[in-house]
């Protein structure tokens, strides 16, 4: 029998060591996986939500400080960088689509990447969000690392708009596909743009199982969408506010 | 598979150097990503190994985002107090965004896109039609 006191001891060399936190992301990703393949890929059964939720549970049940998590995470969230270097594949396989639809590719993006913004702050603005979250909303559409960089640079809070990319990801990757079936929008490269537009990398997942030419279009607007809106953010707030 | 991951690390530290140094405003791995593409246009496209070891990341992909996503919980007072107003400001983004980039897609597309060339037939886009320029380019 191990004593409370042995337990506590493991508990404390763990909870120090990157690897609980790494096997802890990685075990909670497979289970929202698996809930997600049983549901039919129900889009409310999204795997990144679902895992993001135990995770949060067993912070707050643990009392583990978010820093102490990233320490195992960082392994995992490291690999954002390459992937997006990555989709230069599939960017490349579709490069026929890709160059036959570059000027209504382009239209699109500027559409999608200023309604994402504006739409975003003045409906916060509008229900009474303090100024600082308002200004974190603006580039939630955009992929994290970008995100970060650009609500530095206009007064925002990076973190906070961290978690609201990662909201974002969410409500896109679960209301998204379902708007679209509504929409009757059929065409893989119009679904996969918007997804990716609104949603970035979860989004961009999510069209990958739709099909691959839904997903290299969703990472191109991923790709291109943290330089449209690092450019058009700061206009459009002296526009807005 | 090394030296596919290495060729996207090297791309992706590449890129990091460029924007940082010339102070570009885009980030470091999207100036990766076009390196590579570059690069697949110079020997006339990614090796096998590149191919897969690029679909085996991408189909993994919502994973890497979970660590970013659990980061939530450091905000749970300002999603407390101004709960209301952000979800539904992210809700209706949402949607109007993809609404309005699908459809300026489409209008687009039929305006100025194709010219009297159709989109392909959905049946040429194999999933598994893997690059087929694979064996061109030696290096990796």
Redesign the interface.
Known sequence: MMSKKGLGDIWVYLSASPLLWLAATLVAYLIGVRIYTRTNRNPFANPVALAALFLVILLVVTDTPYPNYFNGAQFIHFLLGPATVALAVPLWRHRADVRRGALPLTIAMVAGSVTAAASAVFVAHVLGADRETVLSLAPKSVTTPIAMGISESIGGIPSLTAAMVMVTGIIGAVFGPLLLRWLKIRDDRAKGLSMGMAAHGVGTAISYTMSPLAGSFAGIAMALNGLITALAVPLLLALLL | MVGA?AM??V??LI?EIVVHGLHL??????L???L??AW??WRG??TQT??T???V???N???????????????GQ??LT?G???????????????????????W??R????KG?A??A?AS?D?F???TNGGAGGAS
């Open positions: 991951l996207l690390v791309c992706q890129g405003p885009i980030p470091g791995p999207v990766g990503l076009l590579l593409v697949f246009a496209g990614p590149m191919g070891t690029a679909d990341i991408l189909s992909l919502s994973l890497l985002f979970v660590p970013a996503a659990v980061g939530i919980v450091q905000h300002r999603f101004q209301p107003a952000i979800v539904t400001a992210l809700f209706a983004s949402s949607i109007l965004t993809i609404a309005v980039t699908a459809y300026a897609f489409l687009a597309d305006r100025f896109g194709g060339a989109p392909a959905p886009h999933p039609d893997t690059d």
